[in-house]
């Protein structure tokens, strides 16, 4: 199976879709779609289809010129329809003749036509939809690029983007074939399954019973918020960390392709070189950096030992191209290791791994809060110390009332009282709590306290369980047998865990206490797979796995479900709301004040 | 691939061929009737643009249209009308029909069938239902759910130059039995489909109709269906279909047993808007501490700091204070108040003694900003450094602030020493550290350890002789030896070898040394004191 097929699909339906409105059109793009259909299409593809000119969706612009029709191309929000609705009225007064359509991706909202109706616009637009569901960005990775997810979704209790994510199940699976075997870890990922199914139901079946995917494993994001609170270790995670990894394309500085302009370079395993180290510990890089550059020396060397015309041609026509490609290649991700490692140099990176992996240990308490007090008195960078605070709520099942209080007064005081707000929210997700006194839940009683539930932390019992700090101090981090090694061994993503754990048992018994942990594990197994670790006939397409995360997930956790295909034999898709970070997690619910 | 993988996708190709030469007549007839099965396309072209454009583009290019042969099944299907719908009155009927007729003058727009009949119907309810405004406005709603018509429309009109090879008779039948399936589209219209039906139709984005759920019962069911589902969108139609037909007393009451429902409400109110409404509900639901704080969120952005404190104020009164559980932050909220009622006079008069040009002290450290909403501590550091010897009855002074806020002395040391070091008064960064011990003795004393005090002195220039007193007090004598070569400051160094006695690393480093300068004479003096007792 090759994921490309989506992206084949998806740009038929965008040329039908632009087709359909004839003649020559503008686009008017919501900034979130640009990069999505960067990878997807393409300007020159909007180009071949009629489209003459691109314009960016702006706020605060009344109207647009350009030509007699227009296609809006945009995520469905409120205020995107506004913003539209407000182009056309204006454009309507001035006397301009136009005709426009509204493409929502990937689906259109009832309350959007609402706003465009109140607006009072209806009879100027076609309202169409673009279903940009999960797209490709790589040979092993598909996302939605739809970052809001999280916050509508846990934050919001808003399920209007489940929909999506069951419907870019469904229509994998009737590109790719049904998967016998679906799992779901959480309260969310068992919604998303029975969308999935009652949309089936509603579809005629394929008749076609192959699949090439067998089992689909559908993730909560709340089951695990210390994996994404951990500082990365391995390339990949760091490069997005650090520099900012968006659709799959980076962006250097000047500083690092050395020729001051900066470049843009698209990460996927076509890269030879990144596809060896994007998964690779830090403390490996250099390394094999060095081995490889060796390579191409002795590569480069070959030039001395020309012999015949024809060997020169051949080095000249075949190894000089790669060579000189390569040597480029090196260069860059050389120059990016440094630079990462001189960001790191500018924080006090030591003291703050040392704090973040004794809170994850569970030990040095006291010292660990000295620490993230240390952090806040300095005016430390906010987002690195709310990190801290929230990995210490977590790993301690709530922080005691008393320092509660006194990290939310300090932290106020040092980067603004906004931050109440912040902090009400981080509350609201269960990521900074304060324990419970049980006196006050006696006074309480039984009676369920009106507002919001906050969703306890079982870090200790998922802990022990599931053995997610490893015991022994020396993990390979050159050749990792453990999951672990994506954080130095400090700790296991959950979800990466259970999937292991799932794939290689073969059973959901024993994990019960861990699913009730989790929000609920539930399993729709069709095909017992027994042994398919072992080799042997069987299906192949058992092997074949696809781990959806709800809310996102971070590079580190991609890298481990890579480990665990190689340790396992398996192939493994992940397929994702967003890819995040720890500091984007975060400062998605930091509250922004323009000072 | 699946055929149905485009779901509408793959229809809306077929609408375009239509017309084209190699397309079938039953694929033609078969697509036709799936189009017009779309009952809610009827109303459709009531809100395109009636484009002059296109009749007279048809009038042009067309042959003159066969009347009579047209004409015919129109009227004669005239009783049969009049039968199905026997509420309406005679004329209206009439007019519906012989509209129908008006169009076969036109033979283009009567063999695009789709097209033609949809521009025909807008006159129906025009004409039939002007008496019930309220089910036009529903139809309006519905039609606009269904975008496809539209296209539909201007596709086929782009290819009306193919159709006269189409058999005249033939279309007749068509015609004849296009109105018999939309006679019977638009009865379906008007009676109520089973909720499972019309949420399966929403989930699949297809058109539908709500306003025949008229009993609460239908309501709620449509409600705790589209709960059930999960799908957000479902929800939120089922919520505002609820809100718009019933009181605000039972949709209140509705609400507040369905809370699921009611988050997907307040998640609409929050995208619209309407705060006084989203903060209304979280009360109505027991959500005081989210009430409390969207109602402080709304009061942040305000840029003229009187709005803002008198909205906080506000904001205080009714919402923080009334909740003995958010005493806490209604503390914190205080504070804020206090604090910008602090930086106004503070920031109106410095900037006033900034601009007259008669202080040196904002002469030398010009002020990068205005005081105006900065943090607790941000403002300490300001005061810190230009009201450092204010008293404590001034409202710049730095021991009121430190005061009103309880600021730890962990904090205070952090930033007074900072401000003070960075003006380089030596002096106060010693006082701040200077201690009372019993008896009148003093001695130095840091909360925050003398490594983070020599840190923060190193990163305001400090000298080595004042970093060096510093780094004598650190009491672990290998941290000592480390941050004096982090800040290389030689005599710490020497200093911290000497108490460690490691004579052969500070041979080592007397010899990299210049012999005469001071440090230099420095080292070889103590190696060359025999009193002390080397490791």
Redesign the interface.
């Known amino acids: 199976m090759d994921l490309q097929e989506l992206s084949k699909?998806l740009k038929t339906?965008l040329a039908?879709l632009l087709v359909?409105?004839?003649d020559a059109k503008d686009v008017v793009l919501d900034p979130d779609l640009m990069k999505p259909l960067d990878r997807v299409a393409g300007i020159t593809f909007l180009k071949e289809h009629g489209v003459s000119k691109i314009f960016k969706l702006e706020p605060g612009k009344k109207s647009l010129q350009g030509c007699g029709k227009r296609v809006y191309l945009v995520r469905p929000?409120?205020?995107t329809m506004k913003y539209i609705a407000d182009h056309i009225n204006t454009e309507i007064a001035k006397g301009e003749r136009r005709?426009y359509k509204i493409v929502m991706v990937p689906?259109?909202?009832?309350?959007c036509?609402?706003i465009?109706?109140s607006e009072g616009v209806?009879?100027?637009i076609?309202?169409?939809?673009f279903p940009l569901e999960l797209f490709p960005l790589d040979s092993d990775l598909l996302s939605l690029e739809l970052p809001e997810f999280f916050t509508?979704f846990y934050l919001?209790?808003?399920?209007?983007?489940?929909?999506t994510v069951s419907s870019s199940l469904v229509?994998l699976q009737?590109?790719f074939g049904r998967a016998p075997n679906v799992y779901a870890i959480g309260k969310g990922a068992k919604?998303?399954y029975?969308?999935m199914e009652?949309?089936f139901e509603?579809?005629?079946d394929?008749k076609d019973k192959t699949f090439h995917i067998g089992q689909i494993f559908i993730v909560d994001r709340d089951i695990d918020y210390v994996s994404l609170l951990c500082s990365p270790m391995t390339y990949e995670a760091l490069l997005d960390e650090s520099f900012g990894i968006n659709c799959g394309m980076i962006d250097f500085d000047g500083e690092v392709t050395g020729d001051g302009k900066g470049a843009k370079m698209l990460l996927t395993s076509q890269d030879e070189i990144y596809t060896q180290i994007r998964d690779c510990h830090f403390s490996q890089m250099f390394s094999y950096m060095r081995d490889t550059a060796k390579k191409l020396q002795e590569l480069e060397n070959k030039k001395n030992n020309l012999q015949s015309v024809g060997d020169m041609k051949n080095f000249v026509g075949n190894d000089l191209k790669v060579l000189k490609q390569q040597q480029k290649l090196l260069t860059t991700h050389i120059s990016a290791s440094e630079a990462i490692l001189k960001m790191k140099g500018k924080t006090d990176f030591e003291d703050f791994i040392r704090a973040e992996h004794n809170l994850l240990e569970g030990v040095e308490n006291k010292e660990n809060m000295t620490y993230i007090?240390?952090c806040i008195?300095?005016?430390f960078s906010p987002i690195l110390t709310l990190r801290l605070m929230c990995l210490a709520s977590l790993t301690q099942e709530g922080l005691t009332q008393r320092e509660y209080?006194a990290l939310?007064?300090?932290f106020?005081?040092?980067?603004?009282?906004?931050h109440?707000?912040t902090m009400?929210r981080l509350k609201?997700l269960g990521l900074l709590t304060e324990q419970e006194v049980s006196q006050s839940s006696m006074r309480l009683g039984t009676a369920k306290v009106?507002?919001?539930s906050v969703k306890k932390s079982n870090y200790r019992a998922l802990n022990r369980k599931l053995g997610l700090v490893p015991n022994s101090e020396d993990i390979n981090l050159q050749q990792p047998t453990s999951l672990s090694y994506v954080f130095s061994g400090a700790y296991t993503p959950v979800p990466c865990k259970l999937v292991e754990q799932i794939l290689t048992r073969d059973t959901l018994i024993g994990l019960e206490d861990v699913g009730r942990m989790c929000g609920g594990l539930y399993a729709d197994v069709k095909t017992k797979s027994q042994g398919i670790s072992m080799p042997g006939p069987g299906n192949p397409a058992m092997k074949v796995i696809l781990v959806f995360f709800l809310g996102g997930c971070t590079f580190s956790e991609i890298t481990a479900l890579r480990l665990v295909a190689k340790l396992h034999g398996f192939k493994i898709i992940v397929a994702t709301t967003a890819i995040t970070t720890s500091s984007r997690f975060i400062e998605s619910l930091v509250?922004k004040?323009?000072? | 691939m699946d055929e149905d993988y485009f779901g509408m996708g793959s229809n809306r190709i077929k609408k375009k061929n239509l017309f084209d030469d190699d397309v079938s007549e039953d694929a033609v007839r078969s697509s036709i009737k799936t189009s017009i099965v779309d009952k809610d396309d009827i109303s459709f072209a009531d809100h395109f643009d009636p484009g002059p454009k296109v009749s007279e583009s048809n009038r042009s290019h067309l042959p003159k249209p066969d009347l009579s042969s047209l004409a015919t099944p129109a009227s004669k299907t005239r009783p049969t009308l009049g039968h199905e719908t026997k509420t309406l009155s005679n004329a209206a009927t009439f007019g519906g029909a012989s509209r129908a007729i008006e169009f076969g003058h036109n033979r283009s727009h009567s063999l695009t069938i789709g097209g033609g009949l949809s521009l025909a119907a807008p006159t129906l309810p025009d004409t039939q239902f002007s008496s019930s405004s309220a089910s036009l406005q529903s139809i309006d709603k519905v039609a606009a759910a269904s975008p496809h018509g539209y296209e539909k429309f201007s596709a086929s009109s782009t290819s009306l130059q193919s159709i006269d090879k189409v058999d005249v008779e033939k279309m007749q039948q068509e015609i004849q039995s296009l109105k018999r399936s939309l006679l019977g589209a638009k009865k379906d219209r008007w009676m109520k489909q089973p909720v499972e039906d019309t949420l399966r139709r929403i989930l699949k984005g297809e058109p539908f109709s709500l306003e025949m759920y008229k009993s609460l019962a239908d309501k709620l069911a449509l409600l705790d269906q589209a709960v059930s589902l999960h799908d957000g969108n479902a929800i939120m139609m089922a919520v505002l279909f609820l809100q718009k037909t019933v009181t605000r007393h039972i949709f209140t009451r509705e609400l507040l047993q369905r809370p699921v429902a009611a988050n997907h409400y307040l998640d609409y109110l929050k995208a619209h808007f309407d705060f006084p409404e989203y903060i209304n509900t979280l009360i109505l639901l027991g959500r005081t501490e989210e009430a409390a704080i969207c109602k402080y969120q709304l009061a942040l952005p305000s840029s003229d700091v009187a709005v803002k404190v008198s909205k906080l104020k506000d904001c205080l009164r009714s919402h923080f204070q009334a909740d003995s559980a958010l005493s806490n932050d209604a503390s914190l909220v205080q504070e804020y108040v206090d604090l910008l009622e602090r930086q106004r006079p503070i920031d109106e008069s410095d900037a006033g003694l900034e601009a007259s040009g008669r202080s040196a002290l904002f002469k030398d450290f010009p002020r990068k900003r205005s005081l105006i909403d900065m943090p607790v501590v941000t403002t300490l550091y300001y005061c810190c450094l230009y009201h450092y010897d204010l008293g404590e009855n001034s409202l710049a002074s730095p021991a009121a602030l430190r005061k009103r806020h309880q600021i730890s002395d962990k904090q205070f040391i952090w930033t007074a020493i900072g401000a003070r070091a960075k003006l380089r008064q030596w002096r106060d960064v010693e006082a701040i550290l200077t201690t009372k011990g019993w008896f009148g003795s003093t001695k130095l004393k840091a909360a925050i350890g003398f490594d983070k005090v020599v840190a923060i002195l190193h990163r305001n220039g400090a000298p080595p002789d004042i970093l060096q007193k510093y780094l004598a007090m650190i009491d672990n004598l290998e941290q000592r030896l480390s941050f004096a070569k982090k800040v290389s400051c030689q005599i710490a160094v020497i200093d911290a070898l000497v108490a460690l006695k490691n004579r052969a690393e500070l041979e080592q480093l007397a010899s990299k040394l210049d012999r005469y300068s001071k440090e230099g004479l420095y080292a070889f003096d103590i190696l060359n004191t025999s009193t002390i007792k080397w490791k």
């Open positions: 699909l339906q039908h359909s409105f004839p929000r409120l205020v005709s689906r259109k909202l009832h309350v036509e609402m465009l109706e209806m009879g100027h076609t309202i169409d939809e509508s919001d209790n808003d399920t209007t983007w489940l929909h229509n009737r590109l919604m998303v029975e969308l009652t949309m509603t579809h005629k394929r007090e240390e008195q300095k005016q209080k939310k007064t300090q106020l005081h040092s980067h603004g009282f906004e109440l707000v009400f609201k009106p507002g919001i509250e004040v323009h000072r």
